[in-house]
């Protein structure tokens, strides 16, 4: 873990006001005519050798979120801040097509569907091997060795180095998959849904593993989930997404114990409870989750909230501190009693 020498943990990555909006074309002339709102107006901060947990129901826009960090897709606007070197930071959006090359090295991603993320036509040695051929970091006997070092961190058998996909379990090629992620060397992974295509017996095994490499090669990550268990088992923060938006973040404990935000207490009333003798109603939550793009007025969870009131249709909560480092974007949330999860 990095630390800035009076025990906080320095910034790796500073999002502000990032927004990611797909236009809607209409017509022969393919005039736009609106927008979906993915990411809309997100600020977030992640720190060296933290894992960020990120979750909201499926469309929130939280894989956007993930793939405009890495410029996998462009941001329509804000800036993305990431460290570098100890004493730099460079704005991800303004760097050129070399540049950005470079720097792909130090942040990678590992894909959600372990069947489709790997060529079925290139053995394990290519898949692991290219990034370090394409990046010029080894070659040859060196490139071998390299991918066997990989290969035995993420738990596989070097002696299947000839291997192609197929022959492989979903577990084993999600292990693949990280290997090649880790073969740059990167400081920084996003981790879009790693385990949700895996069976159940194996996605602890997965989380184990991801943990164990997230010291040994000191990682940090985003880690996408719309499972609040998969997140609690992962994340030292977690950020809620809702419509585009974040809607809270906090330490993880903090978060389950005592949410600032009716959304977030709606997604833990849900979860299942290890001790059948506790009582926590589950929040039905009425209604679809709103069109991004046509979000309703002020607050975008007002349709479906059941603490709603007349200012929550009016205007736009803002993103506040409620307690230190526990962010919340609610009229209410220091009023509110709401119920967590223990
Ligand atoms: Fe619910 Fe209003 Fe808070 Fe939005 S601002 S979460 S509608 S109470």
């Given at each position: 873990m990095n630390d800035s020498g009076n025990g906080k943990r320095i910034l790796l990555l500073e999002i502000r006001s990032l927004k990611k909006y797909f236009p809607i074309e209409k017509g022969f002339f393919r005039k736009v005519v609106g927008n979906i709102k993915a990411v809309d107006g997100v600020n977030l901060s992640i720190k060296e050798g933290e894992s960020l947990g990120l979750v909201g129901e499926s469309g929130c826009g939280k894989t956007t979120l993930g793939r405009c960090i890495l410029r996998a897709i462009e941001p329509t606007e804000g800036s993305i801040f990431f460290r570098l070197t100890d004493d730099k930071m460079v704005d991800l959006t303004s760097l050129g097509k070399k540049s950005l090359r470079a720097m792909r090295r130090y942040a990678q991603m590992i894909f959600q569907d372990p069947y489709s993320s790997l060529?079925?036509?290139?053995t394990v040695l290519d898949i692991i091997g290219e990034p370090l051929f394409v990046n010029n970091i080894a070659k040859g006997k060196e490139l071998e060795d390299r991918v066997r070092e990989l290969v035995k961190a993420v738990g596989l058998?070097?002696?299947?180095?000839?291997?192609?996909?197929?022959?492989?379990?979903g577990g084993q090629r999600q292990r693949i998959g990280i290997a090649r992620a880790l073969a740059t060397g990167p400081k920084f992974i996003v981790a879009d849904e790693p385990v949700s295509a895996l069976d159940v017996s194996v996605q602890a095994e997965m989380l184990n593993l991801m943990q164990d490499l997230q010291e040994q090669f000191h990682l940090t990550y985003l880690f996408i989930s719309h499972d609040l268990s998969v997140i609690e088992h992962i994340s030292d923060r977690v950020a809620v997404m809702y419509v585009g938006k974040l809607m809270e973040m906090a330490e993880t404990e903090e978060l389950f114990l005592n949410p600032k935000n009716p959304y977030t207490e709606a997604l833990l009333s849900a979860l299942p409870k290890?001790?059948?003798?506790?009582k926590m109603e589950r929040i039905i939550l009425r209604g679809?989750?709103?069109?991004p793009a046509s979000p309703p007025s002020g607050c975008y969870f007002h349709t479906r909230c059941?603490?709603?009131?007349e200012i929550c249709r009016r205007r736009e909560p803002a993103w506040e501190?409620?307690?230190?480092?526990h962010f919340s974007a609610c009229h209410f949330a220091k009023e509110l009693q709401l119920t967590g999860v223990s």
């Open positions: 060529d079925p036509r290139m058998n070097v002696k299947h180095l000839k291997r192609y996909p197929h022959a492989f379990s290890p001790d059948p003798d506790l679809e989750t709103p069109n059941k603490y709603a009131k501190e409620v307690t230190p480092e």
